[in-house]
Each structure stands twice: as structure tokens, then as C-alpha cells.
């Protein structure tokens, strides 16, 4: 149990009802106190108590009382008041405490059980019994958002998270470590990849105005039931490796949008070797410099439009024939020409996903 929980619930209560009392745990221990310099310390009353068969003390001025749950001596409560009423009071008080831990313990379990839904550590037959014993929905649609921000040793990534969806009953967030925050989602029926790239781009907005943190967010397949969470995060996983590699710049990459990148990640690398030497001669690449690379990316984003390409930066448009004609040149492949361009973009591609594979 957290015993600040505890701890926040004792001094609420004490407000309202105005008597000091405390809790012991199974030792005697006092591990949360209207008096802050108890705790902490043996209460020597509750360990006697402990000790014996009786389950309830009254005495003039206090009361001692043991609280069990399920079936399990937990706590004893003991109440300071010579008030008539003390004993009703402390029943009062035991319920509260009971019903706190029990909230706690299913809040606790709940994340726990999701983590290793989501981990893949529960075999698929146990996940259906152990998510109707913590009444989580099985047959329902999720998706999972794995965000990944700069190293913190802070938990205010997580926190912003958690105060955009704090439905605890449907969604779920959990910290995997210091870069990596996991948002499974439950989603609409008829939710579309419209609605899901936007609970993206908020997080992403939000985390960057408000603690100015970079984040990147890869989005997983709809998990059509919990069996299905743990391939939803692993697609999440996908989605961010191939998003590093083939578009970097992007801060949202879904899985279900991944286009020549997610195939040319899937080929073995031989195959991609055999194919950069068979386009680009030896060292050919290499001498491409960061300008004419520039060059090439920005003719690319404009459909090979020779004039939005010379516009956008801001050159002549002889001036980019010119680079043209200088790499067609050194390549022997002229980018206005649609296949020539397909094969230098997939080209450009398999580079670097080699340069990734060589790290």
C-alpha cells in the first residue's frame, strides 16, 4: 500500500471529524498518523493488541480496532476520543480506510495487468480471466500510442499524459522507463485515422508548450481485444524505428501509413546491397554533396515540379536545370524523368536504412 494514500486520507478525515487517530500495520508499526512525528515509530498499545484474540478495544479515552481485508489482518486503527459514539466513529473511519486500499490495490493491479498485457508476459488464456477478475472490458477497441521523449529523470511527461486522459476505467498510461510512455487507448467503433492522429498531435503539442519537451509518437494497429494489445505496441515499436529511418522529421508516425519505408525494412540487407550497387556505381552516392542532396529532396516533395521546386528555394530555374543536368551526370539518371526518379528515391531510401542497419 502507498502510504501517502493512507496518509492523505487520514488528515482528510481528521478535518472533518476532528480527533486524532492513526494506523499501525501488522507490527505495530504506526505507518500513518493525525500526528505526523508518529509515524513511523511502534505504538506499543496496537503491538500488545496485535498479540491478542480480540478484534475491538474501548477503552475511556481511545479506541483500538483491527481492520481486515479479505480475509487478512492488514491494520489496526486506534482512534484518541472519550467521545460516547467512539466506537461507531471507528467503524466509520475502518470502512473509509478499507475502501481506500481497495481502490488502491485494484488501481495498482489494473496497471500491472495492463503493462504485461502489453509486454506479452500473461499467456492469451489467462489474460481473459485475470481482466473479468479486475473488471477491465476484454471485447473492446484499442490502440496504443507509444511516445518517446528526451531522457527525464522526472515523471512530468507522465503526468501531462495523465491529465489529458484520465479516464483510469478506459484508458491506460503506463511508464516503461525515462524516454518511453505507453497511452493504450480505447477507442470509438467507428474512430478514424483522422480522430487517432489528432489524440497524437495533441500530446505532442502539449508536452512541447508546456514542459518544451520533443516528443515522437509511433501509433499501432486497432487491437480488436486484449490479446491484441501487445501486437499493437510492437507495430507502435515498428512505426518509430522505420519513422527514425525514412522520416525523421516526422514527430507522429502511424503503422498503418509506413509506404516503401516498412518494405524495404522488411528486406534482407544482401538484397538491398545488391540492389544500391546495381543503381549507383562505386563511391557515385558519396559524392553527392549536402546541397545537391537538398536539391534532390525538395524535387522530390513538389511531384518533380521543376518551377514550385526553384521557388521554394529560392533559385533560378536554370540554375536548378542546371544541378539536374550535374546529377544526371554523375548518376546517369535524369530526376525528371518518373522512372529515373523512382529508382534514385528508393535509391536514397535503401541508403539509409543500410546506414541504419551499420550503426
Same mark, same amino acid.
Given at each position: 500500500?502507498?502510504?501517502?494514500?493512507?496518509?492523505?486520507?487520514?488528515?482528510?478525515?481528521?478535518?472533518?471529524?476532528?480527533?486524532?487517530?492513526?494506523?499501525?500495520?501488522?507490527?505495530?508499526?504506526?505507518?500513518?498518523?493525525?500526528?505526523?512525528?508518529?509515524?513511523?515509530?511502534?505504538?506499543?498499545?496496537?503491538?500488545?493488541?496485535?498479540?491478542?484474540?480480540?478484534?475491538?478495544?474501548?477503552?475511556?479515552?481511545?479506541?483500538?480496532?483491527? $481492520?481486515?481485508?479479505?480475509?487478512?489482518?492488514?491494520?489496526?486503527?486506534?482512534?484518541?476520543?472519550?467521545?460516547?459514539?467512539?466506537?461507531?466513529?471507528?467503524?466509520?473511519?475502518?470502512?473509509?480506510?478499507?475502501?481506500?486500499?481497495?481502490? &488502491?490495490?485494484?488501481? &495498482?493491479?489494473?496497471?500491472?495487468?495492463?503493462?504485461?498485457?502489453?509486454?506479452?508476459?500473461?499467456?492469451?488464456?489467462?489474460?481473459?480471466?485475470?481482466?473479468?477478475?479486475?473488471?477491465?472490458?476484454?471485447?473492446?477497441?484499442?490502440?496504443?500510442?507509444?511516445?518517446?521523449?528526451?531522457?527525464?529523470?522526472?515523471?512530468?511527461?507522465?503526468?501531462? !499524459?495523465?491529465?489529458?486522459?484520465?479516464?483510469?476505467?478506459?484508458? @491506460?498510461?503506463?511508464?516503461?522507463?525515462?524516454?518511453?510512455?505507453?497511452?493504450?487507448?480505447?477507442?470509438?467503433?467507428?474512430?478514424?485515422?483522422?480522430?487517432? @492522429?489528432?489524440?497524437?498531435?495533441?500530446?505532442?503539442?502539449?508536452?512541447?508548450?508546456?514542459?518544451?519537451?520533443?516528443?515522437?509518437?509511433? !501509433?499501432?494497429?486497432?487491437?480488436?481485444?486484449?490479446?491484441?494489445?501487445?501486437?499493437?505496441?510492437?507495430?507502435?515499436?515498428?512505426?518509430?524505428? $522505420?519513422?527514425?529511418?525514412?522520416?525523421?522529421?516526422?514527430?507522429?508516425?502511424?503503422?498503418?501509413?509506413?509506404?516503401?519505408?516498412?518494405?524495404?525494412?522488411?528486406?534482407?540487407?544482401?538484397?538491398?546491397?545488391?540492389?544500391?550497387?546495381?543503381?549507383?556505381?562505386?563511391?557515385?552516392?558519396?559524392?553527392?554533396?549536402?546541397?545537391?542532396?537538398?536539391?534532390?529532396?525538395?524535387?522530390?516533395?513538389?511531384?518533380?515540379?521543376?518551377?514550385?521546386?526553384?521557388?521554394?528555394?529560392?533559385?533560378?530555374?536554370?540554375?536548378?536545370? &542546371?544541378?539536374?543536368?550535374?546529377?544526371?551526370?554523375?548518376?546517369?539518371?535524369?530526376?525528371?524523368?518518373?522512372?529515373?526518379?523512382?529508382?534514385?528515391?528508393?535509391?536514397?531510401?535503401?541508403?539509409? &536504412?543500410?546506414?541504419?542497419?551499420?550503426?
Amino acid at each position: 500500500m502507498a502510504f501517502k494514500v493512507f496518509q492523505s486520507v487520514v488528515q482528510r478525515i481528521r478535518d472533518a471529524i476532528g480527533y486524532d487517530f492513526g494506523i499501525t500495520d501488522s507490527t505495530g508499526v504506526v505507518i500513518a498518523s493525525t500526528i505526523e512525528e508518529e509515524i513511523g515509530l511502534v505504538h506499543d498499545e496496537c503491538a500488545d493488541f496485535l498479540n491478542s484474540n480480540s478484534t475491538y478495544i474501548e477503552k475511556p479515552d481511545k479506541v483500538l480496532k483491527k $481492520i481486515d481485508i479479505n480475509g487478512r489482518l492488514d491494520f489496526v486503527l486506534y482512534l484518541v476520543t472519550n467521545h460516547p459514539e467512539r466506537k461507531n466513529i471507528a467503524e466509520l473511519i475502518s470502512i473509509s480506510l478499507e475502501n481506500a486500499k481497495l481502490y &488502491y490495490d485494484e488501481k &495498482y493491479d489494473r496497471s500491472n495487468f495492463m503493462k504485461n498485457v502489453l509486454l506479452g508476459n500473461i499467456l492469451p488464456g489467462d489474460i481473459t480471466i485475470r481482466a473479468k477478475e479486475l473488471r477491465v472490458k476484454n471485447d473492446c477497441k484499442r490502440i496504443v500510442y507509444l511516445i518517446r521523449t528526451e531522457k527525464t529523470r522526472e515523471l512530468y511527461a507522465y503526468n501531462i !499524459i495523465q491529465s489529458l486522459f484520465p479516464n483510469n476505467n478506459k484508458d @491506460h498510461i503506463i511508464l516503461l522507463d525515462d524516454q518511453n510512455t505507453v497511452l493504450i487507448k480505447e477507442i470509438k467503433e467507428n474512430e478514424d485515422s483522422e480522430e487517432i @492522429h489528432k489524440k497524437a498531435r495533441i500530446i505532442v503539442d502539449t508536452l512541447s508548450s508546456e514542459l518544451m519537451i520533443k516528443a515522437k509518437i509511433g !501509433i499501432g494497429t486497432v487491437a480488436e481485444s486484449l490479446r491484441d494489445v501487445a501486437r499493437s505496441y510492437k507495430d507502435a515499436q515498428t512505426a518509430l524505428k $522505420i519513422g527514425q529511418i525514412f522520416e525523421s522529421e516526422k514527430n507522429i508516425v502511424d503503422y498503418n501509413h509506413l509506404g516503401i519505408g516498412r518494405l524495404i525494412y522488411q528486406l534482407p540487407t544482401t538484397l538491398c546491397r545488391l540492389f544500391l550497387n546495381e543503381v549507383f556505381k562505386e563511391g557515385v552516392f558519396e559524392a553527392i554533396d549536402d546541397e545537391t542532396m537538398i536539391t534532390i529532396q525538395k524535387f522530390f516533395e513538389n511531384n518533380l515540379n521543376v518551377s514550385e521546386t526553384s521557388r521554394q528555394l529560392f533559385i533560378h530555374r536554370n540554375t536548378l536545370v &542546371y544541378r539536374l543536368d550535374k546529377i544526371q551526370k554523375l548518376t546517369g539518371m535524369d530526376l525528371r524523368k518518373f522512372d529515373d526518379a523512382i529508382y534514385f528515391k528508393v535509391a536514397m531510401m535503401v541508403k539509409r &536504412y543500410l546506414d541504419d542497419v551499420s550503426k
